[in-house]
Each structure stands twice: as C-alpha cells, then as structure tokens.
C-alpha cells in the first residue's frame, strides 16, 4: 500500500509542476505581446491585400492585418481591422497609406509620420476600435491620373503628327539613300 501511494505523490507533483509551466509560459507570452487595433478606411481598391499581410510603421513591422472587411451601408469602402504592437505611436494625425511590396502585387499597410505634439490615437477616439482614413496610395494616385495620361498619347498620336513622322522617316531614307 505505501509503495502505490509514493507513485500518487509523485504523479500528482508531476502534473501540478507541468500545469504550472504551461500557465506560466501563456501568462508571459500574452505580457510580451500587448496589442491596440485599429480599423482602417479605404476608399479606394485594396487589390493585394490579406488577412496577415504586414502592418509597418515607418518601414518597421509592427503588426499585421486581421480581418478585411466590406462596409455594408456603402460598399465602395474596404474596413481593414488591424492590431499593432501597443507600443506603436500612432497619432492623430498619422497616415495610413496602401503599399505595393515588389513585384509580387502583395499589399502592406504602411502608417507615417505623426506629430510629436500630436495625441495618440487611442486616447483621442472615443470608439472601442479607432479609426484611420487612409490616404490614396502613389499607385492609386497612379491610376487615378493614368486617364490624363491617355489623354495626352491620344494628342500626341493625332493624324496630322503621325503624317510628320512619315515624312521625317521618308527625308531620312532620301538623305540616307544619297549617301
């Protein structure tokens, strides 16, 4: 009888010592890493962008996307949710802009700046979750004036330029064909 009951003893400490580590190991885990989210408001298309894809603050990784999600009063405006290291400074007046990362076509959501001055975000916004306008990023900024830009190829390929081009490239094949 005394044999088993040191087996008890021993099991019950074993069990105790391993629950106690494992608690411990998700107490510290969650202690490290504290996070504030934000939503994020897009206008304009987010083609690219995911669930996981990076959240960088002035270049540095800071977080990441965790839901994207289509406003339903008005589905021309993409909410991305977003969780950031609660040590990020995003202000005010901080800017949340679209990025392409290389060629791949992925999207990150990249903030800048934000005043010294300026008071976090996260203190100023009475919402349970703040939000972020995001600004139009330089590739939609891109496309936007891309119609500007066919416009002016259209000008410049008009009937009376492409027949002073053949004329120039005939006066060349005369004075080529001279020499």
Do not use: H
Request: a negative charge; proline letters at 3%; aromatic letters at 6%.
């Amino acid at each position: 009888m005394e044999t088993r009951a040191k087996y008890v003893v021993i099991g019950s400490v074993v069990l105790i010592t391993i629950a106690l580590a494992f608690l411990f190991i998700i107490n510290l885990t969650q202690a490290q890493r504290d996070f504030d989210e934000y939503d994020i408001i897009f206008t304009e298309r987010v083609s690219g962008l995911s669930d996981g894809a990076a959240v960088r603050f002035n270049g540095i990784q800071k977080g990441e996307v965790t839901e994207l999600s289509i406003d339903p009063d008005n589905p021309s405006i993409v909410i991305a949710r977003v969780r950031v290291e609660n040590d990020t400074p995003v202000k005010t007046d901080t800017k949340a802009e679209l990025e392409l990362v290389g060629f791949t076509g992925l999207a990150i959501i990249q903030f800048v700046g934000g005043s010294p001055e300026a008071q976090l975000l996260k203190d100023a916004s009475d919402m349970r979750v703040p939000q972020l306008k995001a600004d139009t990023s330089g590739f939609g900024a891109f496309l936007e004036g891309s119609g500007d830009v066919l416009a002016q190829a259209n000008r410049l390929l008009s009937d009376d330029n492409i027949n002073g081009i053949s004329s120039i490239i005939s006066n060349v094949e005369t004075l080529t064909g001279a020499f």
